[in-house]
């Protein structure tokens, strides 16, 4: 799967998220029937915000751009190998050597970009990190006041890896964030 087709989610909420789980179950001197616990879900807030929209647009047009270019790399070095392969019998050892090392330059340019636009520390998730901080910030922020103002204990996100088993709706506090946000809901 290439970086651009990616559903992005709030790194932010993720490790709230986290954190709150890790502070529940490592606390033994908190009781459940003592504290109050709410969730949202992250992904359908992103889904409606449009500034999120905006910020998946302009990662996509970068990775296609990117991945365009890819494509292009991976055509020279593909070509470079198949005639290569179809004239290596007629190469001096000295030609034979030359082509080798210009095949494996162009092999190396191809990995070097993927890895400067997509690798862990690469433009891709720069970029990503810095369209996204200030949507995560926002809905960290209606959440905040949310949560305080139905003077939730903890709240998770259920759109990443914490798994409910049962949730009760009427902890669901998407909505309640979402229209924090000034984001329309469904039906109304």
């Not at 990775?63 to 070095?77: G, K, P, V, Y």
């Amino acid at each position: 799967m290439k970086p651009g087709n990616q559903t992005y989610y709030s790194i932010g909420l993720q490790l709230l998220s986290a954190a709150l789980f890790i502070a529940v179950m490592s606390d033994g001197t908190v009781y459940a029937q003592d504290q109050k616990i709410g969730f949202i879900d992250s992904e359908v807030i992103l889904e409606r915000m449009p500034e999120y929209s905006g910020v998946e647009q302009r990662l996509s047009n970068l990775s296609d751009t990117w991945n365009m270019e890819i494509s292009a790399l991976e055509q020279e070095l593909e070509e470079l190998e198949t005639e290569f392969e179809a004239r290596e019998i007629l190469f001096t050892e000295e030609i034979r050597e030359q082509r080798l090392e210009e095949i494996n330059r162009k092999r190396d340019e191809l990995n070097r970009y993927i890895e400067e636009k997509f690798g862990p520390d690469g433009e891709y998730f720069t970029r990503q990190k810095e369209l996204l901080e200030p949507i995560q910030r926002q809905i960290f922020d209606a959440l905040t006041l949310v949560a305080n103002r139905g003077q939730f204990d903890f709240v998770f996100d259920r759109s990443q890896d914490t798994r409910f088993l049962f949730v009760r709706q009427q902890w669901n506090l998407t909505e309640d964030v979402m229209l924090e946000l000034g984001i329309e809901l469904a039906g109304n």
